[in-house]
């Protein structure tokens, strides 16, 4: 596998609110290409064993990750957490704390969704979520199918963005503890599509809890984002990643892939880890990764979509 092979970071499965189980995601990144996958769903660590065990069989790296959704000032910031695996008890019970407060959130969303005269049920709810980390995306399926708006994108503009009359609070978890929990897991903080927030001014004190990296690359992010993103990047002493947040397919087919960076990113974080793990200097004979990788043929996909 060589450095300049490509590598999609942050995809998103049937374990939180994708659309692709995790044997689909990994079979569609080999079929298109990439030499590594990085499963990255909310909350959750429920999809990374299945997606380890296609990637074995169909020689292409998985990455194992997670994203955290934590709560700022009334703005979401999302905080990745690389090579988490297996995940510790500690950082287990905080998510499995999280998913529990999301199983309340969806009744009382229901309930206010309801009063509007939107008529949905959180049992339907439930079962397009299929098991999985339930969220808003879930219930704005719901509502699009029941012909109450006529997208998931008008479903939250109206309804369950943050502000809007059906939105309801998370379990609060700040970004720095997310950072920190992350660190004290073993895992590599990254600071998740930061132009979404808009809280730049928050990454300073987020590298002081841990921060060790910042996604730079991502759909949300423009020319001018990405070169604001390098230079902090590189002020910081931060890991530079990326990826296409698939949550599934467009109107263009599955959108994995369509955002990536070079496998040599992953090779640094292979590099990270192992320092991590061996802080007094690493043995003498040692595979500089925390993971091995699994082989995978060159990257296709472009950078930029």
Not at 32 to 43: C, M, R
Not at 61 to 84: K, Q, S
Not at 150 to 178: N, T
Not at 274 to 299: C, F, N, Q, V
Request: glycine share 12%.
């Amino acid at each position: 596998m060589k450095a300049e092979d490509r590598a999609d970071l942050h995809v998103h499965t049937t374990a939180s609110d994708g659309t692709m189980t995790p044997d689909r995601v990994v079979r569609i990144a080999r079929h298109i290409g990439l030499a590594a996958v990085g499963i990255a769903d909310h909350d959750t660590d429920a999809g990374i064993a299945e997606a380890l065990r296609t990637g074995d069989c169909l020689g292409i790296e998985v990455i194992p990750a997670l994203e955290i959704n934590t709560d700022v000032d009334n703005r979401e910031i999302h905080v990745l957490g690389y090579m988490v695996w297996p995940v510790p008890a500690r950082l287990s019970g905080i998510l499995e704390k999280m998913r529990e407060v999301r199983r309340g959130r969806l009744d009382e969303m229901v309930r206010r969704l309801n009063a509007l005269g939107v008529n949905i049920t959180a049992a339907r709810v439930r079962e397009i979520a299929g098991g999985s980390v339930i969220g808003r995306p879930h219930v704005a399926r719901a509502m699009v199918e029941a012909g109450c708006v006529r997208s998931i994108e008008e479903a939250f503009e109206i309804y369950l963005d943050i502000g809007r009359p059906c939105y309801v609070e998370r379990y609060k978890i700040s970004p720095e503890d997310a950072v920190r929990e992350l660190a004290m897991a073993g895992g590599i903080p990254v600071l998740a599509h930061p132009a979404s927030a808009g809280r730049d001014d928050l990454i300073p004190g987020l590298v002081k809890a841990g921060l060790m990296g910042i996604e730079v690359y991502h759909p949300d992010h423009d020319r001018g984002d990405e070169q604001r993103y390098l230079r902090i990047a590189e002020r910081e002493g931060l890991l530079v990643t990326g990826g296409s947040d698939s949550h599934g397919e467009d109107e263009r087919g599955p959108t994995i892939g369509r955002i990536t960076v070079p496998y040599a990113t992953v090779l640094e974080m292979k590099e990270i880890k192992a320092r991590m793990e061996y802080p007094g200097g690493l043995p003498d004979k040692i595979d500089s990764g925390a993971t091995k990788p699994r082989g995978g043929s060159g990257g296709a996909a472009e950078t930029h979509d």
